[in-house]
């Protein structure tokens, strides 16, 4: 049984950052796509970034570049997505996700691509 557990939500002001960690087994830290999901009220669970491999190879939704970066520590079996200059909109539940298979992350952002989830960690952006 895989699990995956998030921390560090909270609520802040707009303009102001918060720091998401995710623990995850060092397994898929090392040799899998792992990523960040977020799901507002009434809509669509989206990917908003992605990271895989020793390299530490990540991607973005257009809607975070910028702001938003993903990182992992192999050595302390965490997922790290630190978030600056929060919007409004980037207000929702947060959700680490990660793949049970190795492999490049692919640009793919879909939820289908992710076998994993946590159980969120919610953000409050006023």
């Known amino acids: 049984h895989v699990q995956l557990v998030e921390s560090g939500g909270g609520s802040v002001r707009a303009g102001g950052s918060l720091v998401l960690s995710c623990a995850a087994p060092n397994y898929l830290l090392r040799s899998s796509c792992l990523g960040w999901f977020r799901q507002a009220p009434g809509k669509e669970r989206e990917g908003v970034a992605q990271?895989?491999?020793?390299?530490?190879?990540?991607e973005y939704d257009d809607s975070v570049k910028g702001r938003f970066t993903i990182s992992k520590d192999n050595d302390k079996n965490i997922l790290l997505l630190q978030m600056n200059n929060l919007k409004p909109e980037d207000a929702a539940m947060y959700y680490c996700a990660g793949r049970n298979r190795t492999g490049w992350c692919n640009g793919d952002f879909s939820r289908s691509a992710f076998d994993y989830w946590g159980q969120g960690t919610q953000v409050t952006v006023s």
């Open positions: 990271i895989y491999g020793p390299g530490g190879i990540t």
